[in-house]
C-alpha cells in the first residue's frame, strides 16, 4: 500500500473519531438536559466513550501509516 493510501486511511480514521465524540458528546448534553441529577454518571460514561473511541482512532492511524512498510 503507498503512503497515499495510507494517508487516506488515516484521514477517514480522524474524521470517524471526530464524527463519534461528536456524537457522544451531543447525546451526553441531551442526556444531562433531561436527567440533571444524574449528571456525573453520564459525564463520566461519556468520558469513558470518548477514550475509547479515540484509542481506536489512534490504533486505525497506526496500523494505516505502519502499512505503508
Known amino acids: 500500500m503507498g503512503p497515499g493510501l495510507a494517508a487516506i486511511g488515516a484521514g477517514l480514521a480522524v474524521i470517524g473519531a471526530g464524527l463519534g465524540i461528536g456524537q457522544i458528546g451531543g447525546r451526553a448534553?441531551?442526556?444531562?438536559?433531561?436527567?440533571?441529577?444524574?449528571?456525573?454518571?453520564?459525564?463520566?460514561?461519556?468520558?469513558?466513550?470518548?477514550?475509547?473511541?479515540?484509542?481506536a482512532a489512534l490504533f486505525a492511524i497506526v496500523v494505516a501509516l505502519g502499512a505503508t512498510g
Open 29 to 55: 448534553m441531551d442526556a444531562i438536559a433531561r436527567q440533571p441529577e444524574a449528571s456525573g454518571d453520564i459525564r463520566t460514561t461519556m468520558i469513558i466513550a470518548a477514550a475509547l473511541v479515540e484509542g
